[in-house]
């Protein structure tokens, strides 16, 4: 079974402060994809990034980065330089893509709640 | 273009009663998902289709609900005897491939059953 977990429910930072937001996962699977999705106030899951589990490269995508490490089973998201229209909640998934499986049926953490105080 | 769309955006209801819940995916989108929210909790995978077929109905949670997707565009999400349990958003999704593109998900619809 897959399974996703979202530690931090809620994250406070004042505006231009770093914040890293972490996800662990578990699966038997050995290829699988990772995903990082935001949800602001307006419900839309918007797509931020994906992994496959081949690539344990690190990526920086603006003020963005993901920090993938498999021998750890963690995929860490951090935003540099919050800014007050970082504030949603985020969403770490997994997929497993097996014969016959959707990779898009994916398991979501609970959610880290990041509101950024100007 | 337009993304995925979702009607109605809220949808009242009184336990016992049937819903109907409706999914127009991104045009030319072959993969459509649908995804059931609780408050506080991450979306949760009930039914995929590819095409027109229901390639896979494992998060389905009972047989109350059921999907349907006639002519492998539209969808629509169908709830019979609704149960207060039932209150959650519902968010459906496309991609253009069913393995490789990102999922591209609508604003969803509150279903509150009272």
């Known amino acids: 079974a897959q399974k996703v977990t979202q530690a931090q429910t809620e994250i406070s930072v004042v505006e231009k402060e770093d914040v890293t937001l972490d996800c662990v996962y578990e699966?038997?699977?050995?290829?699988?994809?990772l995903f990082w999705y935001k949800q602001p106030p307006s419900g839309e899951l918007v797509f931020l990034i994906r992994?496959?589990?081949?690539?344990?490269q690190n990526e920086i995508s603006g003020r963005y980065s993901w920090n993938f490490q498999k021998s750890t089973s963690s995929f860490n998201f951090t935003i540099t330089a919050s800014q007050v229209v970082d504030s949603a909640v985020y969403f770490c998934?997994?997929?497993?893509?097996?014969?016959?499986?959707?990779?898009?049926?994916?398991?979501f953490g609970q959610g880290t709640i990041l509101t950024v105080h100007p | 273009g337009a993304g995925v769309s979702q009607t109605p955006s809220n949808k009242v209801t009184e336990k016992g009663k049937y819903v109907e819940l409706r999914c127009d995916p991104i045009?030319?989108?072959?993969?459509l998902y649908w995804y059931r929210q609780s408050l506080g909790q991450g979306p949760e995978f009930l039914i995929y289709?590819?095409?027109?077929?229901?390639?896979?109905d494992s998060g389905l949670p009972n047989d109350r609900f059921f999907a349907v997707r006639p002519e492998g565009s539209v969808s629509t999400l169908k709830i019979q005897r609704t149960e207060r349990g039932d209150s959650a958003v519902y968010l459906c999704?496309?991609?253009?491939?069913?393995?490789?593109?990102?999922?591209?998900f609508g604003n969803g619809t509150r279903l509150t059953v009272t």
């Open positions: 289709f590819q095409g027109t077929g229901a390639a896979d």
């Open positions: 992994r496959n589990s081949f690539d344990e």
């Open positions: 999704a496309s991609s253009s491939t069913p393995h490789n593109s990102p999922l591209h």
């Open positions: 045009s030319g989108h072959t993969a």
């Open positions: 699966t038997r699977d050995t290829t699988y994809y």
């Open positions: 998934a997994l997929s497993e893509f097996n014969k016959g499986t959707s990779y898009g049926k994916l398991t």
